[in-house]
């Protein structure tokens, strides 16, 4: 791997302004004094590998993602843990999925080792950025845009990579608490043969309009049906979603190319399947799981990902009808499944996968 040159930042934010910004940083919102950037091109590969101040990006209207939307991104956290010591949770997995969205948006495929490598190098240089509040950690923002000045239909000839850091407490306002859920009949969110697998920005610029109607219904999120049928649920604007039965079995939707192969679902399947538990990826329909919450047949769903980790989904609503998950509040596995990663992640119970990355 090349060495990240580090070129501090000439104007950090002074320590008593950023402790007071990290005190109660929210989600997305505040930022560090760092980045990371690689950048690529067709001669040189990839090069001029750096840890830089963060700043505002300078790019020539023409530049190519304004106009065709060439542009993935991950998204992952790092922990400090009781002992001091920092680690991030799966980022081979994130490296692997970033390069499978890379390849689908005809973009150069990054190395795990400079993915995973400038991860480290920012988090070292941002480490006082680390919020002490209880959930507190790094957010991590790896992204890659086409940077070439070209106005024609072509993969670009350049490219940018990045990496921001945002100190970061609970996503939700408030903690945890039960969400409501707008179905979405009208929209889709991926189709056969598109993109709906890939982390690009496409997928969700195209969610937000379902999203505005999700809050006008009076709901917290949507969630999509496939396009073909408007049938089967699909996953939320951002989240992958489970069910669980009164047997004690759980089930999601399967990874069929339209839904998001969700580092944190891939997390519970195996958490799940270590506790003994019945599990099936396979389709559900909506007709179903309203049948089910009905019934009583269906004791729980939640949504997972990885800023929010795992919810609880409380209430559920379409153009005619709408029902309560259980008794509307937090199920026992949704509990067990946030309690069991988050141990984790924090290094507060085993890690029999070894899913943490120590960062030294």
């Not at 505002?56 to 400090?80: C, M, N, S, W």
């Not at 939320?236 to 399967?254: A, W």
């Not at 939640?302 to 929010?308: H, R, W």
Request: glycine share 10%; charged share 20%; net charge negative.
């Amino acid at each position: 791997m090349p060495p990240f040159a580090f070129e501090p930042n000439p104007a950090p934010i002074p320590a008593t302004e950023r402790a007071t910004r990290i005190a109660d940083p929210a989600f997305g919102r505040v930022f560090t004094d760092h980045m990371a950037l690689i950048r690529w091109s067709e001669d040189k590969g990839w090069h001029d590998a750096k840890i830089t101040a963060r700043a505002t990006l300078t790019v020539d209207p023409a530049t190519a993602v304004l106009h065709y939307a060439q542009e993935i991104f991950e998204g992952l956290k790092a922990y400090r843990h009781d002992d001091g010591s920092v680690a991030l949770f799966r980022p081979e997995a994130n490296a692997a999925r970033f390069r499978d969205s890379a390849r689908r948006m005809a973009m150069p495929e990054l190395p795990d080792e400079l993915f995973i490598g400038s991860i480290e190098a920012l988090v070292k240089a941002d480490a006082d950025w680390f919020p002490a509040i209880d959930g507190g950690s790094l957010y991590l923002r790896p992204f890659m845009i086409a940077s070439e000045v070209f106005l024609g239909v072509k993969p670009a000839a350049e490219y940018l990579f990045m990496v921001l850091a945002s100190s970061a407490g609970s996503y939700w306002k408030g903690g945890v608490r039960p969400v409501s859920l707008w179905v979405s009949h009208e929209y889709s969110r991926a189709g056969a043969g598109g993109t709906g697998a890939a982390k690009c920005g496409g997928n969700y610029a195209t969610s937000l309009v379902a999203q505005q109607e999700a809050i006008r219904r009076g709901c917290d999120q949507v969630v999509f049906l496939d396009a073909a049928e408007r049938r089967w649920i699909e996953e939320l604007g951002g989240m992958n979603i489970f069910f669980v039965f009164d047997d004690g079995s759980i089930q999601t939707p399967p990874l069929t190319g339209t839904i998001l192969p969700g580092i944190t679902r891939d997390s519970i399947l195996r958490l799940a399947r270590d506790a003994g538990l019945t599990v099936r990826e396979e389709l559900y329909s909506i007709d179903q799981w309203r049948a089910d919450a009905e019934s009583g047949r269906l004791t729980e769903s939640f949504a997972c990902g990885t800023a929010a980790v795992v919810t609880p989904i409380g209430q559920v609503s379409g153009p005619d009808y709408g029902f309560t998950i259980g008794s509307g509040g937090t199920g026992q596995t949704t509990q067990r499944f946030l309690d069991a990663l988050t141990a984790i992640q924090r290094g507060r119970a085993p890690d029999p996968h070894g899913w943490l990355h120590a960062i030294g």
